[in-house]
């Protein structure tokens, strides 16, 4: 999953970045209105997590110019405010979720995950391929039972993989899943050797990562 952070208070920010990079969310922090946008017109986000105060104008606008282009990534929005009004507002703009501060960091990754599971991922916390079972919300993966012993990087690209059973998936996609925009120095040739670590834990397993040539890597059932 990769999530971008339009929230001005800095030390909120980085908590916020620093806690989702821990469970394997990848994080990119927009400070304004306008780095928000400059994100937006190059990188395509799984899901945005939106202050409605920002510096240069408001969350809500740029929501409802997002929405009016119709650009449907799942929204946040984080507030201070706290009224009923507040809250129906935003969710009539086409916020997909809301948030007041001060909140739980453990709330704002559940929910997030909960934002992804109803927009594109399977409804249980459970995805089973053959042998295979992993977690979205702990990011476990089991053989037969046994449990895996994955990096979180290599967790997040099992997690990717599985919920897009049967597809290719590009390196290009499997690189934005893995790595934030301030990471550029790691190349996207990385992603072979995360390949490559996951298909050795595989081995043997009735699953297998196929390469695709020009395309990209699938997970299936090695039948």
Do not use: W
């Given at each position: 999953?990769?999530v971008?952070i339009v929230?001005d208070?800095?030390d909120?920010?980085?908590t916020?970045?620093g806690?989702?990079?821990?469970?394997?969310?990848?994080c990119?922090?927009?400070?304004?209105?306008a780095?928000?946008?400059?994100?937006l017109?190059?990188q395509g986000?799984?899901?945005?997590v939106?202050d409605?105060?920002?510096p240069?104008?408001?969350?809500?606008e740029l929501?409802?110019r997002l929405?009016g282009?119709?650009?449907r990534t799942p929204v946040m929005?984080?507030?201070?405010?706290?009224?009923?009004d507040d809250?129906v507002s935003a969710?009539?703009?086409g916020?997909?979720?809301?948030?007041v501060?001060?909140?739980d960091q453990r709330?704002?990754?559940?929910r997030?995950?909960?934002?992804?599971r109803?927009?594109?991922?399977?409804?249980s916390?459970?995805?089973r391929?053959g042998?295979?079972?992993y977690?979205?919300?702990?990011?476990?993966?089991?053989?037969?039972g046994?449990?895996?012993?994955?990096t979180?990087?290599?967790?997040?690209?099992m997690?990717?993989?599985?919920?897009?059973?049967?597809q290719a998936?590009?390196?290009?996609?499997?690189?934005?899943g893995?790595f934030?925009l301030?990471?550029?120095?790691v190349?996207?040739?990385a992603?072979e050797?995360?390949i490559?670590?996951?298909?050795k834990?595989?081995?043997g397993?009735g699953?297998?990562i196929?390469t695709l040539?020009g395309?990209?890597?699938?997970?299936e059932?090695?039948?």
């Amino acid at each position: 999953m990769r999530v971008l952070i339009v929230e001005d208070a800095i030390d909120l920010a980085e908590t916020v970045v620093g806690r989702l990079a821990q469970s394997g969310i990848v994080c990119d922090h927009a400070a304004s209105v306008a780095d928000a946008e400059d994100y937006l017109r190059v990188q395509g986000y799984d899901a945005l997590v939106l202050d409605i105060n920002l510096p240069d104008g408001s969350g809500a606008e740029l929501l409802r110019r997002l929405r009016g282009g119709g650009d449907r990534t799942p929204v946040m929005m984080l507030t201070a405010l706290y009224s009923v009004d507040d809250r129906v507002s935003a969710l009539d703009l086409g916020a997909d979720d809301y948030l007041v501060k001060p909140f739980d960091q453990r709330e704002l990754e559940a929910r997030l995950r909960a934002l992804m599971r109803r927009e594109t991922g399977p409804k249980s916390d459970e995805i089973r391929l053959g042998p295979l079972s992993y977690s979205v919300a702990a990011m476990h993966a089991s053989l037969n039972g046994e449990r895996l012993s994955l990096t979180r990087r290599e967790a997040t690209l099992m997690g990717l993989l599985l919920r897009h059973p049967g597809q290719a998936l590009s390196k290009e996609r499997l690189y934005d899943g893995l790595f934030a925009l301030n990471e550029a120095d790691v190349g996207i040739n990385a992603i072979e050797l995360y390949i490559a670590r996951l298909r050795k834990k595989l081995a043997g397993s009735g699953v297998a990562i196929v390469t695709l040539r020009g395309i990209g890597y699938r997970i299936e059932e090695d039948v």
